[in-house]
């Protein structure tokens, strides 16, 4: 009878990195970005309508209500967790199989990482607390790969025009 080593391996969720944050980024606008938007919205819904009718005019005025709630509604304090399997926020956890690469950028104030994932809903950002960035990108680094995407003509396009006619 012959007895044979197995090797028994520890499958067990443990929680890598914790922190507290806000569950996504916030600006506060001021009032002339409103104007500029009402305005901008009103010209595009008047040519809109005259060229396809009045549900293009509604998805507009929709976009607009929802940038105006979004800004008047203050985000909360929700609890991330990096485990051995993968990222935990609101009780719903999106494993390392999941995604196909994450990288750190700043928005309005804010320390963002974004991750692209393989499936719905395509794309996460976590609100991170920007002195804890390289415990992240350790914890991270077991499951799933470090990757800034390249800059495109259009995210350059898009600067530029940002720049020239800024709407504050």
Same mark, same amino acid.
């Given at each position: 009878?012959?007895? $044979?080593?197995?090797?028994?391996?520890?499958?067990?969720?443990?929680?890598?990195?914790?922190?507290?944050?806000?569950?996504? #980024?916030? +600006?506060?606008?001021?009032?002339?970005?409103?104007?500029?938007?009402?305005?901008?919205?009103?010209?595009?819904? *008047?040519?809109?309508?005259?060229?396809?009718?009045?549900?293009?005019?509604?998805?507009?005025?929709?976009?607009?209500? /929802?940038?105006?709630? /979004?800004?008047?509604?203050?985000?909360?304090?929700?609890?991330?967790?990096?485990?051995?399997?993968?990222?935990?926020? =609101?009780? +719903?956890?999106?494993?390392?199989?999941?995604?196909?690469?994450?990288?750190?950028?700043?928005?309005?104030?804010?320390?963002?990482?974004?991750?692209?994932?393989?499936?719905?809903?395509?794309?996460?950002?976590?609100?991170?607390?920007?002195?804890?960035? $390289?415990?992240?990108?350790?914890?991270?680094?077991?499951? *799933?790969?470090? =990757?800034? #995407?390249?800059?495109?003509? *259009?995210?350059?396009? =898009?600067?530029?025009?940002?720049?020239?006619?800024?709407?504050?």
């Amino acid at each position: 009878m012959a007895t $044979e080593d197995i090797e028994t391996r520890d499958f067990s969720e443990k929680t890598l990195v914790e922190f507290e944050a806000y569950d996504r #980024p916030h +600006k506060i606008w001021s009032k002339e970005f409103y104007s500029s938007v009402i305005v901008i919205a009103f010209l595009v819904s *008047v040519i809109l309508y005259f060229i396809e009718g009045v549900i293009p005019v509604l998805v507009i005025w929709a976009l607009v209500f /929802m940038l105006w709630a /979004m800004a008047k509604t203050e985000p909360k304090m929700i609890k991330t967790s990096i485990t051995s399997w993968g990222l935990k926020t =609101l009780e +719903k956890t999106y494993r390392y199989e999941e995604m196909a690469n994450y990288w750190f950028e700043t928005k309005w104030g804010s320390r963002l990482m974004r991750i692209n994932l393989n499936g719905l809903p395509w794309h996460l950002v976590v609100v991170i607390d920007p002195k804890l960035e $390289e415990e992240i990108k350790k914890s991270m680094a077991t499951g *799933v790969i470090y =990757l800034e #995407p390249e800059t495109t003509w *259009v995210d350059r396009t =898009l600067k530029w025009v940002g720049e020239k006619m800024p709407l504050e």
